[in-house]
């Protein structure tokens, strides 16, 4: 599925199953909250905690997919092609960072 289909199939649901948008601010807020439970998953799978109650069996494939739903609404709903905006993502990074990783001694 590429971003462009994805949009689609976000904004077929939203308006079919979902009734309507959320605002944006709410969105946002959902976002940050996905973002939270991924980092929580995190957290655990690859960090120093460990598991609470039935946490193991929360899935991070299930909570990237929440994260990037929630992203694709939000691109919906202000305009954004998220083609275009990862296209031109790229191009910046590539031209800012041409050799700034080669040359880090850290990496």
């Known amino acids: 599925m590429t971003l462009d289909e994805a949009q689609k199939k976000v904004d077929d649901w939203i308006n079919t199953i979902g009734v309507r948008y959320f605002n944006e601010l709410t969105n946002m807020v959902l976002l940050t909250e996905e973002v939270g439970e991924l980092a929580r998953v995190m957290a655990r799978k690859y960090g120093e905690q460990s598991y609470k109650g039935d946490e193991s069996k929360l899935e991070m494939e299930d909570e990237m997919a ?40 850290k990496l």
């Open 66 to 105: 929440d994260v990037l739903f929630v992203l694709i609404c939000l691109a919906n709903q202000t305009g954004i092609n998220l083609t275009k905006g990862l296209e031109k993502n790229l191009l910046k990074k590539t031209f800012r960072d041409e050799e700034r990783h080669r040359n880090n001694p």
